[in-house]
């Protein structure tokens, strides 16, 4: 079964427009975290924002903000005043509590935005 | 800052051929991971070390790939023979721990071409 699923092939936001990128999860953990990274064309992934399964606020790292919705197993990211620099990948993922070691990152399909002037 | 480095960041090879390629984690990682990523999909794990020991390499095609990380500090991923369809990015990452909060940062990758 899917573990992360992004909807979202492809978005398009205007420049100093807020966007938001879908993610949902699957799991029967309890202990959870989920991530966003950032994938410009150059390859390198980018760690954007985190959020903890027991988190009571959606997390928010500068213009970066998780709309955590727990209930609906949905982790989706807002990015707010979008810049041009913004057009790359995106990438949610999880990570989940079960096994001490072993837990690794398991990534949706991605999302490509892009940014017009 | 410190970061994760790999080499090299890209390789061309006949298919096969023998490719091998290396990462040295951020100091102090214990954790570390190596993941392929096909064009258009996202990363997929193929081995998670913690310290000198494999933790996880369910993914891992055993009978054209090793990893090993002596020391448990850098690792080296190697295919042999390489095939077509092993054309994609290698990622490294590493973190401080395993636990659910633990940021994973990421190396600028290699990209393999098998021709």
């Known amino acids: 079964a899917q573990k992360i699923t992004q909807t979202q092939p492809g978005m398009f936001v205007q420049e100093k427009e807020a966007v938001t990128l879908d993610c949902t999860y699957d799991?029967?953990?309890?202990?959870?975290?989920l991530f966003w990274y950032k994938q410009p064309s150059s390859g390198e992934m980018i760690f954007l924002i985190y959020q903890g399964s027991y988190d009571q606020q959606n997390a928010t790292e500068g213009r970066y903000s998780l709309n955590f919705q727990k209930a609906r197993k949905s982790a989706n990211l807002v990015i707010s005043a979008s810049q041009l620099g913004d057009s790359a990948m995106y990438f949610c993922a999880m990570r989940e509590g079960l096994w001490e070691y072993g837990n690794k990152l398991v990534f949706g399909a991605g999302t490509i935005l892009r940014v017009k002037s | 800052e410190a970061e994760v480095a790999q080499s090299p960041r890209y390789k061309i090879t006949e298919k096969s051929q023998a490719v091998a390629f290396w990462c040295d984690p951020i100091s102090g990682h214990a954790t570390l991971y190596w993941y392929r990523q096909i064009l258009g999909q996202g990363p997929e794990l193929l081995v998670q070390?913690?310290?000198?020991?494999?933790?996880?390499d369910s993914q891992l095609p055993k009978d054209r790939f090793s990893a090993e990380r002596l020391k448990g500090v850098d690792s080296t991923l190697k295919i042999q023979p390489a095939e077509l369809g092993d054309s994609a990015m290698y990622l490294c990452?590493?973190?401080?721990?395993?636990?659910?909060?633990?940021?994973?940062?990421f190396g600028p990758g290699t990209r393999l071409t098998v021709t």
């Open positions: 990452a590493s973190s401080l721990g395993t636990g659910t909060s633990y940021e994973q940062y």
């Open positions: 070390f913690q310290d000198e020991s494999v933790v996880d």
């Open positions: 799991t029967s953990d309890p202990s959870y975290g």
